[in-house]
């Protein structure tokens, strides 16, 4: 059974900087891809980056591109979301969850039944 468990949210000032951390159970975190998602208040879930699993390729939604950084830790089983320059308008839940990536999804809506409980990240001042 594929986990995940999100952590690393919290309240930040615009322009500040969180790590957000996703660790997983369950399976080989080596040969899967990996993907970063928010939802704001009233919105759809928005995919924000994703790493592929074999070479590590990277994707980003162009909103966040040259902020965020994804990367990963097989050894720990563990993928991360540096987030750097924060802006308000990015409070959402964050989700982890593994999934193909693809640049054509990256910053549109993105449908899927497993969430699990996300980590808040609010900015604000």
């Known amino acids: 059974q594929l986990q995940f468990v999100e952590s690393g949210g919290g309240l930040v000032q615009p322009g500040g900087s969180l790590r957000l951390s996703c660790v997983t159970s369950?399976?080989?975190?080596?040969?899967?891809?990996i993907g970063w998602f928010r939802q704001a208040p009233g919105k759809e879930h928005e995919a924000v980056s994703c790493i592929s699993g074999i070479d590590g390729t990277t994707y980003y939604a162009d909103s966040v591109k040259g902020r965020f950084t994804i990367s990963r830790d097989n050894a720990k089983n563990t993928v991360y979301l540096q987030m750097n320059n924060l802006k308000a308008e990015e409070t959402a839940v964050y989700y982890c969850?593994?999934?193909?990536?693809?640049?054509?999804?990256?910053?549109?809506?993105?449908?899927?039944?497993?969430w699990g409980q996300g980590t808040q990240v609010t900015v604000s001042s």
């Open positions: 969850a593994a999934v193909p990536c693809s640049e054509a999804t990256m910053g549109g809506p993105y449908e899927y039944n497993y």
């Open positions: 369950g399976f080989s975190l080596g040969y899967y891809a």
